[in-house]
Structure formats: structure tokens, C-alpha cells
């Protein structure tokens, strides 16, 4: 077959597309249009898969084969299954000249070879990249063909098979949606075995004794909210993040959850997710769910607060409890605050001065990071209104080594870390925010996010637990003027590690 040509063309006008609305194309987010402009695109002699013409149109091929059974597109029989065989599905629209031929056999009029087992010749195959270029497409990445590849899992496509018979081809694309938004965040999506399949969205993964999740999409065509279940599971046992949830989920149109059920599993309708608006405003909501479970995981990791304490100090053993900070300060007045302070009931104390009262020795005998330190493991908050100080520094120096193991890993996951390391290693020493990071890198927010929700993950399989590389603060830890939210920053020495593994 001659070689495409990479000149960009307009789709015809003549083309006959699917008794859709436009409305319909615009509020589902799927570009019918394009999907019926590359399957009249495809040339006599020529074939190419649903799932490349799904990813040009930015769907999936279950929706795809949907519409397209139903839609009087040209050249749809030149559409066939990844092994190059017709969908037993296939149909001709009411009316057509072919009607009565089979699929095969007019492929094989056109020029198409088939091999014994009735599969298409790989050579007269168009790719993705080529269907895109046919109907003036630009695709990000170089692996588009595989985009579908990735969700062809058995449990998976039973679950979408199930969904395509019983609902509209731009439902099937809002779940699929959903999930993609999903699994950027970090999250996992598993399924029920049960007669109505049910689709899990796991924050943590599905193994773990920890693993949580919002939402249960079911193939009937209900997406129950869990909050019955979550209110065992911290941090959402707290009433008041169930009540939040519960409100951003009803932002969307026609859902609406009553505060009456937070114990229970309301639910609302699947097709709420085809519409685009309400579909992006669900996704809100989760990706507000995924972000709480992501600080309550990160706080977790850089240490939970205590009761009492047992350490070191100056050659001695000591003991410190939140009580006695709290007891042992009574009757005293903070003094001027010169960088950092700590928040004891509600009053700031420089952090020596506090640490220094509470044990009753002089302040010489210890430093600053050691007061903060432990002051901190008592669960004070400490800040400081000097811009670009750590209160806590957290992070570890990695090897050069195993910062080039990791950048090596060729993983979503760490391609993002890299370009945050980047862009940190060009500030040393300043802390930095989710929606900075995504700034600073180009890359979306909630993928920032979803970046570091999976770096622990990461480092647990393959770096044998090894803490962070960078430091993670919340913003109103730092002080006054840090939004509330991460923040992360690379110390000078570790911002010279992370250059001298690039070099």
C-alpha cells in the first residue's frame, strides 16, 4: 500500500453521521464528527481497528462500536476487531447497498488480504497516527495505538460490555472518562464478579489493609457513594469530610444526595456522567477525595503526632509529654519570635524558649532544628513568618545512584517526579505548592497530584521504602501567606544532588 500522505485534510462535508444531536457531541465530550470523518477517511485496500478510530475521537471502542452500529458512517466495515477480524457484531444500517454481503468479502474486493484464520493483513493496517492525519488530528505521545490496549482486561471489557447494552454510547464514554481521570490521580479502578458488575475506585491499592474508596459505578446504572462504609475508615470517619464530599458530588446536575444519608449508601444515576459539565464536576470531587486521603497518608509518613516522648538530648535521656509543654508554660510570657515559633494552646513561643521550659535547662544545650523536632512529634504546629524556612525539613539525600535508578523506572509516575525535581532544584531551599508545581512543569494539577500519591507506592516496591527525596510541608505549617495545601522544596544539598544525576 502507497504511504499516506502527512499533508493535513479537512473532513468532506458529505458525510452522513448518526441521528445524534450536537448537544450531544458537545455535552458528552466525544467528537462524533471526527470519529465519523476518519472512518470515511480510510481508503479502499486499507483497514484499521475500534480502538485506533476511538482514539482519535477520544473515546473508547466500546462506545465506538456502539454509535457505529447505529450510524450511518461510510466505509464502517472497513473498521475491524485488533486481530484484524469483523466484530460478530456488525451490522449494516437499514437501507444500505451492502446489505446481505458479508464484511469479508468486500474487503477482499477492495484489495484487503486475509490469512486462513480470517484476519486482515498487518500491512494494510492504517494506525492511529495515520487516521489522524487524515482528518487534520494532532495525538499527543507516540503510543497511541496502545491507548486502548491498556483497558482490554477481561474483567474490564465484561464490565463496559454489560454498559454498552443498556446504555447510550456517550454514558459508556463519561464512565470510561471517569476512570482515566481516576488512574491519573494515582487511583486504581477493580471490578465485582457479581451478576451487575461493579466498578471499585480504590485510592490505595485494592490489596492493602488500608484501601478506601467514594464510589462503586455499577453496570444497572447507579454510582452508590459509600459513606456508610467510609465512616469507618479514617480520615472520613470525621462527619465533616463526609459532609463535604457529599456536597461537591451535588454540584452536579441532578445529583442530589441528602445530608441525612451520611451513614448510609445513597447513590445517583450513571448517566449523569455523560453529560461533560456535571462529568468534569464529579471528577472534582474525587479528585478533592483522593487529595484528602493523600495528606492524611503524607502526615501519616512524616510521623503522627504523640502523646509523650523518649529521646536524647545532650548525652542524656529525656522524656517530654504534650501535657507537661502545655503545664510547664503556664506563668511564663513568649518572648520576641525571631524565626520560628511553635503554636502552644493557641499562643506562639519561639521554639527554644518553649522546648527550653518545658525539660527546665538552659538553651544552649540544645539547637533549634532538635526543639522544632520534637515539639513537632508532640503534634504542636510549628511555623515561622519568615518566607522560604523550614519548620520541618523531612526528605532524605538520595544517591546519585538511585536518583538515576529512579529517573530510569520509565514510569508516568516518575517522568512527573523528574520535572518536579527540576523545577525545585532551580529554587533550593523555596518551598513551592501543588498548583505552583503544576505551573513551574506544565503539567495538570491533578496530576501533580496523582504523582505524588503513587511515589510512595513506588518507592515501597522498588526502593525498599526509602523516604522521600524531596521535603513535604503543609502550607499553613510554614506560617502566614502558605495556601492550604502541599507544598514541597528541595534543600540546597539535595537540589545539588538532583543536577549532579542529571549531569
Do not use: C
Not at 66 to 87: C, D, F, I
Not at 113 to 131: I, P, V
Not at 196 to 222: C, K, M, Q, T
Not at 353 to 362: H, K, T
Amino acid at each position: 500500500m502507497p504511504a499516506l500522505s502527512t499533508t493535513v485534510r479537512s473532513p468532506r462535508r458529505s458525510l452522513s453521521h448518526a441521528p445524534l444531536p450536537d448537544a450531544e457531541t458537545i455535552e458528552s465530550g466525544i467528537a462524533w464528527k471526527v470519529a465519523s470523518a476518519a472512518v470515511e477517511a480510510i481508503p479502499r485496500g486499507s483497514w484499521t481497528t475500534y480502538g485506533n478510530v476511538a482514539t482519535v475521537a477520544g473515546t473508547h471502542p466500546v462506545p465506538l462500536g456502539v454509535y457505529l452500529s447505529k450510524a450511518e458512517v461510510p466505509n464502517a466495515w472497513r473498521v475491524l476487531q485488533a486481530a484484524g477480524t469483523v466484530s460478530p457484531g456488525f451490522r449494516w444500517v437499514e437501507g444500505s447497498e451492502h446489505a446481505g454481503r458479508e464484511p469479508h468479502e468486500l474487503l477482499t474486493e477492495e484489495g484487503v488480504a486475509f490469512d486462513s484464520d480470517g484476519r486482515a493483513g498487518a500491512s494494510q493496517k492504517l494506525s492511529a497516527h495515520d487516521l489522524a492525519g487524515l482528518v487534520g488530528v494532532v495525538l499527543e505521545g507516540d503510543e497511541a495505538d496502545s491507548a486502548a490496549a491498556n483497558e482490554s482486561e477481561e474483567s474490564e471489557s465484561a464490565y463496559l460490555a454489560q454498559l454498552a447494552s443498556r446504555f447510550a454510547a456517550s454514558t459508556i464514554h463519561g464512565v470510561i472518562e471517569v476512570f482515566a481521570a481516576w488512574r491519573s490521580l494515582g487511583g486504581y479502578v477493580t471490578f465485582g464478579s457479581s451478576a451487575d458488575v461493579g466498578a471499585f475506585l480504590h485510592v490505595r491499592e485494592p490489596g492493602s489493609a488500608l484501601h478506601i474508596w467514594p464510589l462503586v459505578i455499577y453496570s444497572n446504572g447507579s454510582v452508590e457513594v459509600v459513606f456508610q462504609w467510609l465512616a469507618n475508615r479514617p480520615p472520613f470517619d470525621e462527619r465533616e469530610l463526609r459532609e463535604e464530599l457529599r456536597k461537591r458530588l451535588n454540584r452536579a446536575r441532578d445529583v442530589d444526595l441528602p445530608e441525612s444519608k451520611l451513614e448510609s449508601r445513597p447513590s445517583f444515576s450513571i448517566e449523569v456522567l455523560a453529560d461533560l459539565v456535571d462529568r468534569t464536576r464529579v471528577i472534582e470531587a474525587l479528585e478533592w477525595f483522593t487529595g484528602v486521603v493523600g495528606e492524611y497518608d503524607r502526615l501519616a509518613v512524616f510521623g503522627a503526632p504523640a502523646e509523650a516522648i523518649k529521646f536524647s538530648l545532650d548525652g542524656a535521656s529525656r522524656e517530654l509529654s504534650r501535657t507537661r509543654v502545655v503545664e510547664s508554660l503556664q506563668g511564663h510570657s513568649p518572648a520576641q519570635i525571631v524565626t520560628y515559633w511553635a503554636n502552644v494552646d493557641g499562643s506562639r513561643w519561639p521554639v527554644k524558649q518553649a522546648f527550653s521550659i518545658a525539660l527546665d535547662i538552659d538553651p544552649s544545650r540544645f539547637n533549634s532544628p532538635e526543639a522544632r523536632r520534637h515539639l513537632h512529634a508532640l503534634g504542636f504546629v510549628i511555623g515561622t513568618d519568615r518566607p522560604d524556612r523550614d519548620p520541618d525539613a523531612g526528605g532524605e539525600l538520595w544517591s546519585v545512584e538511585d536518583l538515576r535508578r529512579f529517573a530510569g523506572m520509565d514510569t508516568t509516575t516518575s517522568a512527573t517526579i523528574g520535572k518536579i525535581l527540576d523545577a525545585l532544584a532551580a529554587r533550593p531551599d523555596s518551598w513551592s505548592s501543588t498548583t505552583e508545581l503544576a505551573g513551574l512543569t506544565g503539567v495538570e494539577r491533578p496530576r501533580v497530584r496523582g504523582a505524588f500519591s503513587s511515589l510512595t507506592r513506588q518507592l515501597k516496591s522498588h526502593f525498599d521504602g526509602q523516604p522521600w527525596m524531596l521535603s513535604f510541608a503543609w502550607g499553613p505549617h510554614l506560617g502566614r501567606g502558605y495556601a492550604a495545601e502541599g507544598h514541597y522544596r528541595l534543600t540546597p544539598a539535595q537540589a545539588a544532588r538532583r543536577l549532579e544525576a542529571r549531569g
